[in-house]
């Protein structure tokens, strides 16, 4: 089984420890395959996150920049897709891949997944979300997304395992 973790969006960035743990848990539990996708500016953050990872490195693929269509094709390939609200989210959801999408600072009921059997769609109602909206043209002055931190690892692991009935 081939997963792919994508954190790249500087305003939905979830922690790279949390991406971490998410992927250890695949790996030990489920020996996946992760994949990653870095570009010249994104490769610190791959770094940080296979820093922080505990479990076999050998499972986890970084893949270089890649055009869209390259990108599609990478994506078709997969089992799962695990990320933000980002471009290649929506892409997997468009090409029939299962995901796992953490929304923070926009609103799922706008942005999200449709509801069913092949998506599931973190969100933390916070007072303040969503904060990107077109009312203020989807800018947001947040340095603390307490949105995206409070969808916690163990959230994700536990909607993994009914998710994907391991």
């Not at 500087?10 to 922690?15: E, H, I, M, T, Y």
């Not at 997997?92 to 509801?115: D, E």
């Not at 959230?155 to 009914?162: E, G, M, W, Y």
Request: glycine share 4%; hydrophobic share 35%; net charge neutral.
């Amino acid at each position: 089984m081939r997963v792919y973790l994508h954190n790249h969006s500087v305003s939905k960035r979830w922690p790279e420890s949390y991406f971490a743990k998410v992927a250890d848990y695949l790996i030990n539990e489920f020996s996946v395959q992760i994949v990653f996708t870095d570009t010249k500016d994104e490769k610190i953050l791959i770094d940080n996150t296979n820093k922080e990872m505990k479990s076999d490195k050998s499972r986890v693929e970084v893949a270089g920049n890649f055009n869209l269509s390259q990108l599609a094709f990478l994506i078709k390939q997969l089992d799962v897709y695990i990320g933000a609200d980002t471009g290649p989210l929506h892409l997997a959801i468009a090409m029939g891949v299962s995901t796992v999408s953490f929304f923070g600072h926009n609103t799922p009921t706008l942005y999200g997944p449709p509801t069913n059997n092949n998506h599931i769609c973190s969100y933390e109602d916070m007072y303040c979300s969503p904060c990107l909206t077109n009312y203020n043209a989807k800018m947001s002055k947040c340095l603390e997304p307490q949105c995206l931190t409070k969808i916690t690892p163990e959230k994700v692991i536990n909607s993994l395992d009914r998710f994907l009935g391991f």
